[in-house]
């Protein structure tokens, strides 16, 4: 699954957007520090990333048989209750 194509005007648009968020954040950026500072970059990555018409990032997902999800710990997709793993909806960083 990709992204549609953009008309060009909605390109320059989202760029300018993109340039403004990052200008803004980058200031912020500068004036905090800790969380504040590290929740802005976290937050301009996922931005750019939902905007920059990369291929969607979770389409494996959608084959998986019941049961079975991605292992964060090995990045392989496994049965989880095989894994230990019983409960996936409450697992934690």
Wanted: proline residues 5%; charged residues 15%; aromatic residues 2%.
């Amino acid at each position: 699954m990709t992204v549609p194509e953009l008309p060009s005007a909605a390109v320059d648009a989202r760029d300018q957007l993109l340039a403004a968020v990052a200008a803004e954040a980058q200031a912020l950026t500068a004036k905090q520090s800790g969380k504040c500072a590290e929740a802005l970059e976290t937050l301009a990555r996922a931005f750019t990333l939902l905007t920059s018409g990369s291929p969607a990032v979770a389409p494996a997902s959608r084959n998986l048989t019941v049961g079975h999800g991605l292992n964060a710990a090995s990045g392989g997709y496994v049965d989880m209750i095989a894994e230990g793993i019983i409960d996936p909806a409450k697992v934690t960083r």
